[in-house]
């Protein structure tokens, strides 16, 4: 069974920089949305980027301009530059990449930005 796979987050100061990827871990074919959410604590999951199947781009409010969201279809890899980090970006992120059968999410990984 196909999973994705989320790498890249950790412990980072105001004003750093991460880079998160989501990379599947088995053979799937027909992707179409990519996108990014992410979870603060205590609140809901919320939508922060997506990339669609010929690049296309959107971003919440609160991440445009310090985040960028990019995809590898080759790798079958979705990605998410974050820079200018400040505390309120500290959550658990998670990727969800839509097939033309369903959809899955990645497992979440934790960004937390703290001095």
């Known amino acids: 069974q196909v999973q994705f796979v989320e790498s890249g987050g950790g412990l980072v100061q105001p004003g750093g920089s991460l880079r998160l990827s989501c990379a599947a871990s088995?053979?799937?074919?027909?992707?179409?949305?990519m996108g990014w959410y992410r979870q603060p604590p205590g609140k809901q999951r919320e939508l922060i980027a997506t990339?669609?199947?010929?690049?296309?781009?959107t971003y919440a409010v609160s991440v445009k301009g310090r985040f960028t969201i990019s995809r590898d279809n080759a790798k079958n890899t979705v990605y998410l530059q974050m820079n200018s980090l400040k505390p309120e970006d500290t959550a658990v992120y998670y990727c969800?990449?839509?097939?033309?059968?369903?959809?899955?999410w990645g497992q979440g990984t934790q960004v937390t930005v703290s001095s």
């Open positions: 088995g053979t799937i074919s027909s992707i179409r949305a």
């Open positions: 990339i669609s199947k010929d690049g296309s781009t």
């Open positions: 969800n990449v839509q097939s033309a059968l369903r959809g899955y």
